[in-house]
Each structure stands twice: as structure tokens, then as C-alpha cells.
Nanobody, 119 residues
Framework: QVQLVESGGGLVQAGGSLRLSCAAS????????VAWYWQTPGKQRELVAG?????TTDYHSSVNGRFTISRDRNQVSLEMSRLRVEDTAVYYC???????????????WGQGTRVTVSS
């Protein structure tokens, strides 16, 4: 079982920036797709940003141009800028093998890191 640990969440004012990181118990290079999801109370987990093996990305429409997902050998990162109150959520890192669609709950998940954006 792969263990994931997210970090970097916290409280930030609207307009500010945060950087989330996700480390795993094995090399990030072993995984094909990597992603960040968010979840708010009463709602389903949604894709925030996903990175495919060929380098192409998918972003939630509300974060396009503000968030950037990246990966290296050791971690997956999510750079978040111009944060909005509505970005407040628990963010989860997801690592998966293969090329399954983002809406499928595949792969491995971290425990989540909370991001709170205040007005």
C-alpha cells in the first residue's frame, strides 16, 4: 500500500498564495497520472488539477490560470495563487497507475490538507 502525505495547507487571505506538496512512500516516477482533488462538506470530491504522463493537464474551470500542478521525482505540487474564498476545501493528492479517467476513484489517496481562504 502506497502512503501519501500532503502538506502546505493552512489559512490565507483572499488574493494570497499557497503551495501544496504531496510526497509518497515510493517514487512519484512510478505513477502515470497525478492529481489534486478538493472536497467541501456535503459535496463529492472533485478534480482540481490533473497531470497526465504526456504532460497535458486538466484543471477545474474555476482555477484555470490560477493553479498549476507539477511533479518531480519526489513530489507532486500544486501552486495556488489569487486564492478565493470559494477555494476553501480539503485538498487530496491522488496518484494512479495507468490512464483511468479522473472521475474514477482510482489509485492512492492522501489524508487531505485543509485550505481555508478568508475574505
Amino acid at each position: 500500500q502506497v502512503q501519501l502525505v500532503e502538506s502546505g495547507g493552512g489559512l490565507v487571505q483572499a488574493g494570497g498564495s499557497l503551495r501544496l506538496s504531496c510526497a509518497a512512500s515510493e517514487s512519484i516516477q512510478n505513477f502515470d497520472r497525478v492529481a489534486w482533488y478538493w472536497q467541501t462538506p456535503g459535496k463529492q470530491r472533485e478534480l482540481v488539477a490533473g497531470l497526465r504522463p504526456d504532460g497535458t493537464t486538466d484543471y477545474h474551470s474555476s482555477v484555470n490560470g490560477r493553479f498549476t500542478i507539477s511533479r518531480d521525482r519526489n513530489q507532486v505540487s500544486l501552486e495556488m495563487s489569487r486564492l478565493r474564498v470559494e477555494d476553501t476545501a480539503v485538498y487530496y493528492c491522488n496518484l494512479r497507475y495507468g490512464n483511468s479517467d479522473w472521475y474514477l476513484p482510482a489509485g492512492f489517496w492522501g489524508q487531505g490538507t485543509r485550505v481555508t481562504v478568508s475574505s
